[in-house]
């Protein structure tokens, strides 16, 4: 639940206009909230998050959540993880 200035539930069109003058304010151009679940998910399993833990993190009922927000940048996670296993120097 997000909350305004007077502590009162923003409404979807309040948490959509909020970003938009925050990034309006920072000079970036603007983003779409869900972009924000997007952003986070991604960082999360970027971590080495697991699914289990980020169902319950983002309020996602199934493995169908995680596996959709997991494919946007999974190649290049998995090519990270690689980089930090360093296999080939285990040889």
């Known amino acids: 639940m997000w909350l305004g200035a007077r ?8 948490i959509y206009q909020m970003i938009e003058r ?3 304010l920072a000079g970036i151009g603007r983003i779409h ?17 697991s699914d289990q833990d980020g169902m319950r993190l983002f ?5 169908d959540m995680p596996r959709r927000y997991g494919r946007a940048n999974a190649e290049q996670r ?4 690689h980089r930090r296993m360093a296999l ?3 040889l």
């Not at 309020?59 to 493995?63: D, E, H, P």
């Open 22 to 24: 925050r990034c309006d």
């Open 88 to 90: 080939g120097d285990q």
């Open 33 to 49: 909230p869900h972009q924000l679940r997007h952003f986070a998910a991604d960082a999360w399993f970027a971590a080495g998050g």
């Open 7 to 14: 502590g009162k539930q923003l409404t979807p069109s309040g």
């Open 78 to 81: 998995a090519i990270e993880a």
């Open 59 to 63: 309020g996602w009922s199934s493995l």
